[in-house]
């Protein structure tokens, strides 16, 4: 039987209509399916108590404070990093230039890396060779920063959330027209106060867009921080960059994983789910509507 | 005209400068002290340096405790054995026995596994959706797939890795009736969710840049729109199609904690797609944590994580040469 051309069409397209809506069906039944098992047991108190009873019950408080302290101090480091190289690549060095090919280059390759090896380099760098020195020089005697803490970790976050930002900022900053740089310039400023008064105002949300995608990542990311820092559980709060803290997706990982009792803590690890994918949810949804509007505001322009 | 010197000017160009340089610095560190930690594997300097006590690198994650694992917690003897390098291709992975063994195939095979059933689910559905979203979407199907796959692309791997523990692998078991409740195929399952983004949007950035002239002889040809979509349009975009897959590839390749998570983790050298497996990443991910530094087990793991830079660096680059170089010489030309 020869099927007629419309018959064969409409089956090409309902195929390929039915391989769309089916990623769109996975986001809403793996949301759905979060929502509807945790909602019910995040409370105030889960929200703002440490785990209790072995983590079989308690809250998830440490956890998040761990996954706030973790994300600010990336940032810290992760964001200005970032954007210098940025600023570097597109306003110092001539785009089609060596360098800036061999840097773009490099930042493209790290984001392909991994996240895991991030991870062995945190450990092989940070703690087995920073560390080291650094303790071999300060306290002699004493296991003081060659050991996992919340500072290699967020360093190791910031390197892996790197090209994030590196790439969000330049594609801000080429959408600054030349012709402002160029009436700055004819006007006498000189090149680092056209980029300050003129090319970095004018990419702030670009910025901005880069830093929330840079936390998300870094908020949802287990792999790097498994034995750079993350700690399975801690009577208190991490209060020295070289302690160790409890972490959002680490919770989440250990308590389906290694949990004394799985189907007791079911309702926790549900509820802490939620919290992390309601938490990176947030955060991508801005930076999506951050740079819709930015587009948008520069269409009118 | 000679520039005039400012000094406040140099100093702040030579620190934008540096900072740049600092980011290239440690992208080229990071090449240098994953490879570092493992050199000494193949130099003959590594051996066993220190006894170990319990070492509980041999426990499950996932509940899969049933299935047959390598070996169970042994306390070992102080000795010392010279590495060779030839041990790696051994078929056995039990790095915490009597007498350790590292060969790497069983870990090879099981992030093949892994990675062919999520290729081979999210390569046509990633393809196909952007086909869809590209030639035969209305407008609002259009606007409303992208900030979905990015929501997509934007859950963490934990909440997949949960997700496919909890809900997929229950329901995959009863579907088809599989002898462990977490398999490869479970996890390639689970994989396919974090690589559909990929595909689709590379393969979506391939679409839209055929060139509009191509699909208007087609149409004034006399050709339907399904007949330009899939006879004209999809050829023309194949470089970055596979490119495409190859970035694929190299995510659910070097992808940790979703694996760790479902495919219930044991060394397995077997050609079933439905038993347990152990990958490369995972086994990183399980077993850094308990071992000892500088002993053979913590190089060889970190020879693997050299293995997965070098593969998804080489993928990185095949991607690009195919986007850059075939598709767009191929655009030029018509």
Redesign the interface.
Known sequence: MKLS?TV??RI??G???F??F???A??AW?MG??IW?GHSHISWAFLSQAPTEGMTEGGIFPAIFGTFLLVVIMSLVGV???T??A???SE?VNRESKLAQ??RF?????S??????????G???FI??TGKNLDRVFSPDALHWAQPNILWASLTMA?LT?PVV?VSVEEAIKTVPRELREASLALGA???QTIRRVVLPGSLGGILTGAILAV?RG?????PI??TGAAYFLPQLPTHFSDQFMEL??H??IM???STD?EKT?PI??AT?LV??AL??T???SA?ALRARLRRRRMAA | MKKRFRPGEFLIERSIQGVAFISLLFICLIFVFVFREAVPLFTGKADVVTAHEEVGAAETYGEDASAPLPQAQQELEQKHVPFRAAALTAKDWQPVSLEPKYGLWPLLVGSLKVTFIALLLAGPIGIFAALYTSTFAPKWAREGMKPVIEILAGFPSVVVGFFALVVLASILQNLFGFQYRLNAFTGGVAMALAVVPIVYTVSEDALAAVPKALTEASLALGATRWETALFIVLPAATPGIFAAMILGFGRAFGETMIVLMATGNAALLTPSLTDPVRTLSATIGAEMAEVVFGDIHYRVLFFIGALLFIISFSLNAIAEFFVRHRLMKRFKGA
Not at chain 1, 112 to 121: E, H, K, S
């Open positions: 051309k064969t069409g090409v397209v195929f390929t209509a391989c769309a089916s990623a769109v996975a986001v793996i399916t979060i098992g200005p990093v970032g210098i190289t600023i570097y690549l110092y061999i840097i490099a930042v493209n390759t790290l392909g890396i991994p996240a895991i090896v991030f991870g062995l380099f450990l092989g760098f087995q060779f390197l790197l590196i000189t090149r680092w998300s908020a949802g990311e287990v792999a498994l034995f997706g680490y989440v990982f389906t994983t290694q799985v079911l690890q549900y789910t992390l994918l990176t949810f955060l991508n949804f999506i």
